[in-house]
């Protein structure tokens, strides 16, 4: 369904990302880990086509088509979507406007944002003056009412509670349930992985992928032993290392 081939990307004058390389499969959600600063929102942007974000080697393929020179909106069209780890707030637009703008199914549009506990923002401007977690529960009601084939989720739980964290997830869930639907999921407290099983992890530094396996295994390993040790032991891209 989606695959990036040796992709370098730079941002201003600096090269961020270093030949990565990875498969999603429908069905099959991946999620990756990283220290911070290691270029997981570059990926998620450059995947997006988003301005600045330029990429200087490498292939974009989404559904056997390479998208590396389309615009983001075509990209949109033909089913991709971004859920942002620092949501924009937009001033003027109601919550409510956008979301009958991406979806023209009322009753859907009421009840996802009864599911998200989002029925009294609705009337708000755009996650204006929206607590962080209320801004990330906007932000799932927007990408799910855009529907997109591949979502890409940049730290959905991050500031969210533990109660909501399972809404979230349980409306993840759902969506990844449907046939030809999948995700890229950036974590750091790996609560998501609880409720969006993956057998697809991969961990991000300094711009390289280096390890490739089970994310609630890699996430205990890097709980216990920090992220040094995926450099130690690990499978790395590019590199002749042994996998343990
Ligand atoms: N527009 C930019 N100009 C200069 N440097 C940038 C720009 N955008 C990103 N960077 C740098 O690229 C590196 C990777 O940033 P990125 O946001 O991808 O990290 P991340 O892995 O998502 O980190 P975090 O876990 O903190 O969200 C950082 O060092 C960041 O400062
Ligand atoms: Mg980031």
């Not at 962080?132 to 855009?146: A, C, D, H, V, Y």
Request: proline residues 3%.
């Amino acid at each position: 369904m989606f695959e990036v081939r040796d992709l370098s990307v730079q941002v201003g004058t600096k090269t961020i990302l270093k030949n990565i390389n990875f498969n999603i499969e429908k069905g099959v959600p991946a999620v990756l880990f990283g220290p911070n600063g290691s270029g997981k929102s570059t990926l998620l942007k450059a995947i997006m086509g988003f301005e600045g974000y330029s990429v200087l080697s490498g292939d974009i393929i989404f559904k056997g088509k390479r998208i590396n020179d389309m615009h983001t909106e075509e990209r949109v069209k033909m089913g991709l979507g971004i859920m942002y780890q620092h949501p924009p707030q937009i001033r003027g637009v109601k919550l409510s406007q956008i979301a009958g703008f991406l979806s023209g199914d009322r009753e859907r549009v009421a009840a996802l944002s009864a599911k998200l506990s989002l029925e009294n923002h609705l009337d708000r401007d755009i996650n204006l003056g929206f607590s962080g977690g209320e801004m990330k529960r906007s932000e799932l009601f927007q990408i799910l009412l855009q529907d997109p084939d591949l979502v890409l989720l940049d730290e959905p739980e991050s500031g969210v509670d533990l109660e909501n964290i399972s809404i979230m997830g349980a409306a993840l869930n759902e969506f990844l349930k449907r046939p030809g639907k999948s995700a890229l999921m950036i974590t750091h407290t790996g609560y998501i992985l609880d409720y969006v099983g993956s057998q697809n992890g991969c961990v991000m530094i300094e711009g390289s992928l280096w390890c490739v396996g089970n994310p609630k295994e890699m996430f205990e390993s890097i709980r216990k032993f920090g992220y040094d040790k995926c450099k130690e032991c690990s499978y790395v891209q590019g590199r002749d290392h042994k996998a343990h």
